[in-house]
């Protein structure tokens, strides 16, 4: 598990999202009405941001869980690499089927042309073209096999579970949420309560309070 030394920038928002949280309690803003003029309160608010990392270390263990999990988030996978195979089988099955239907239209042609004696030039060029894409389909047949076998072979691999050594997003974003209320709970409002300003007592004037 790492070790962290203060909250890192990207987390930054958080902290400033649960310090104007923490702020909003009634008992800090009772507290911080004593001064119309607002001042304590930005001042309250200055100080809690700069005492930010003495402030997360009340969530310490929370916050390196939650960079542990998040460190092994993965999004998952894109489809795009299946959908290429899938296409490329789909070629190797298609291809050889209308390779050969395609070389034995020519052949009729080209022998049947050759039977009538008519164009005999043209008549051999098709038959060439004909024996040419059936010999393709015969090449093609024999790939498109051979890929069909090592899918196979490939998909019946052993397969080890993905949620044993990756962790998902949404185990990322509870892990946040548990740091995030220990920060609130352990560091914040705590942190909040003990910097009040002091209340003047009622029948005393606030103007002259030190």
């Known amino acids: ?96 089927s209308v390779s050969a239907a395609a070389g034995v239209v ?15 030039e043209f008549a051999a060029s098709v038959r060439t073209a004909g024996w040419l894409l059936t010999g393709f389909a015969a090449v093609t047949a024999a790939a498109g096999l051979l890929a069909l076998l090592v899918t196979a072979v490939r998909g019946q691999g052993p397969r080890r579970p993905r949620r044993s050594t990756v962790a998902d997003a949404a185990d990322a974003e509870a892990a946040r949420q548990r740091w995030r209320r220990a920060l609130l709970e352990r560091g914040l409002r705590p942190y909040l309560r003990r910097h009040l300003p002091d209340t003047p007592a009622p029948d005393q004037d606030p103007r002259t309070v030190a």
């Open 1 to 96: 598990m790492p070790t962290t030394s203060g909250i890192w920038p990207q987390d930054r928002a958080d902290f400033v999202d649960l310090l104007h949280r923490a702020l909003d309690d009634r008992d800090v803003r009772d507290a911080l009405r004593a001064d119309p003029s607002g001042e304590s309160a930005l001042r309250l608010r200055a100080r809690a941001l700069a005492a930010a990392d003495e402030i997360a270390a009340a969530a310490d263990e929370e916050y390196r869980v939650y960079l542990a999990v998040r460190a092994t988030a993965r999004e998952p996978r894109s489809s795009a690499g299946s959908a290429g195979s899938t296409g490329w089988l789909l070629l190797a099955v298609l291809a050889p």
């Open 106 to 120: 020519l052949l009729l042609i080209g022998y049947g042309v050759g039977l009538w004696g008519l164009a005999p």
